[in-house]
């Protein structure tokens, strides 16, 4: 009886219960379900954002009254990288140029040829530009004599498979728009079969630098006047005739445009009776060299030597290069002494270059005067934080978008070539080479020269 009265007690309990809460409930004091309100109530989408981005940091500006760095503190930043143990027994060669008056602000071992790796690049550069000119461009052409089609190679390694595009500086102009070119002035003149030819005589001498060590084969192509865009094998692979493969890729098309091809390509300088039936044009030189600075090609820059061969009128050959890159150095006013230069590109361990050099070129190129030759150079050098090769370096820290250089890397060397904004708006020239830490030290070279010289001089505030 006892058991029964709790149990009659406790659902009279929760009948009172749950009508006061369902009454709550209906006036929206509670949580529920009911409501009192009017059944129209619109209901609310989820808030939008509106805090405005976050835009970027700008790059520091150059400022006309802009103070010189302290040399002494400038110095204590060389000396401070040169004994950073990351480099661990390497030497370290630094040159800093004041851009505005040319005076060198610090000179740490600056006069010691050291190995400049792909920092090389510079002064051939400045050799192309200056003795050839940024608007200079190359010529395909395919000429013909008798009822041979020559295809003859100008120095262009960028060559699109079939159709260029007029707004690139890669693949600028088409080997398929060739060869629809020529078809069509074949056909003019009734001609519609012939055999075709390689005419790639404009460089002499091997495709292969004997400085180079084994195993660069998959940095760098066969050296020939002719290629279908090289860029397009960023991990090696590079074909063994990239000429003749360009050859008969234009042998293919002439037969799509409908005109027979006999034989195979066959390899021979076109005649002197050879009149021309189509060219097409690359994009101009200083296009060509911001692709290759900012990715550091090798086959590009040693094609760019070659034909600064050929335009002083040296062999286009390696040793050919070399002489007229630092001929046109000296005609520039450029000291050269203790330069050894076995190659364009920088592979070779052989190669001995003085940072001050490199710093003096940059300086040069950066200068109010320098023309269009020296801001095609500037425009070319990969950026902090930004592309090329220095598109994951320095970002997030003083020296993104303030630092624009030429890197080098080899096994055991590491270098950086070029200008550097400081915090105070100055504009300054500089080359570090670390040359000769162990094998495998690469990395912890490249943090060392970002670290404790080029970060901090970006920061710089130390107007003297």
């Given at each position: ?91 370290t060669g630094v040159s800093i140029v004041d851009v505005a008056s040319g005076r ?291 970002v997030g820290t003083a020296g993104a978008g303030a630092v624009r250089a030429k ?38 070279a490249r943090l060392a020269i970002d670290d404790a010289l080029l970060t901090p ?8």
């Amino acid at each position: 009886m006892h058991k029964a009265q709790i149990a009659a007690l406790t659902a009279a309990t929760l009948v009172v219960v749950g009508a006061y809460y369902g009454l709550a409930d209906a006036l929206d004091l509670v949580p529920g379900v009911l409501t009192a309100s009017p059944a129209d109530y619109a209901v609310q989408p989820f808030p939008t954002a509106s805090a405005a981005a976050r835009e970027p940091d700008a790059a520091p500006g150059l400022a006309a009254d802009a103070p010189v760095p302290d040399a002494g503190e400038l110095a204590a930043l060389a000396n401070a990288l040169a004994g950073d143990e990351r480099v661990g027994k390497a030497t370290t060669g630094v040159s800093i140029v004041d851009v505005a008056s040319g005076r060198e602000l610090v000179d740490h071992g600056a006069g010691a040829p050291l190995t400049p790796a792909s920092s090389n690049k510079v002064p051939v550069a400045w050799a192309a530009l200056s003795l050839m000119g940024a608007d200079h461009t190359l010529r395909t052409t395919a000429v013909l004599d008798g009822s041979t089609v020559t295809l003859v190679g100008g120095g262009d390694v960028l060559l699109a498979e079939d159709a260029g595009d007029p707004d690139a500086a890669v693949g600028r102009a088409g080997l398929g728009d060739l060869a629809r070119q020529a078809a069509a002035q074949l056909k003019e003149q009734g001609v519609t079969s012939v055999s075709v030819a390689l005419d790639d005589t404009l460089f002499t001498g091997p495709t292969w630098n004997d400085a180079w060590a084994s195993g660069n084969e998959s940095w760098v192509a066969p050296i020939q006047p002719l290629m279908l865009d090289v860029t397009a094998y960023p991990s090696g692979g590079y074909p063994a005739d990239p000429a003749l493969d360009a050859a008969g890729v234009f042998a293919d098309h002439l037969r799509g445009a409908g005109i027979e091809v006999t034989g195979a390509v066959s390899r021979s300088a076109a005649g002197a009776e050879a009149t021309e039936l189509a060219a097409v044009e690359s994009a101009p030189l200083a296009d060509i060299l911001s692709v290759s600075l900012k990715a550091s090609d090798n086959t590009m820059t040693e094609v760019e030597g070659r034909l600064v061969a050929f335009a002083a009128g040296e062999e286009a050959s390696f040793a050919g290069a070399t002489r007229a890159v630092l001929g046109q150095l000296q005609a520039d006013g450029f000291d050269t002494s203790g330069v050894t230069m076995l190659d364009s590109c920088g592979l070779a361990l052989g190669n001995q270059v003085p940072a001050r050099l490199l710093a003096q070129i940059i300086a040069r190129a950066a200068a109010d005067d320098a023309g269009t030759a020296g801001r095609s150079l500037i425009a070319a050098l990969p950026v902090g934080g930004l592309d090329g090769t220095l598109d994951d370096r320095y970002v997030g820290t003083a020296g993104a978008g303030a630092v624009r250089a030429k890197t080098g890397s080899l096994d055991t060397v590491a270098s950086l070539t070029g200008t550097v904004v400081t915090a105070d708006g100055r504009l300054l020239a500089f080359s570090v080479i670390v040359d000769g830490f162990e094998e495998g030290g690469l990395y912890s070279a490249r943090l060392a020269i970002d670290d404790a010289l080029l970060t901090p001089l970006a920061a710089c505030g130390c107007g003297g």
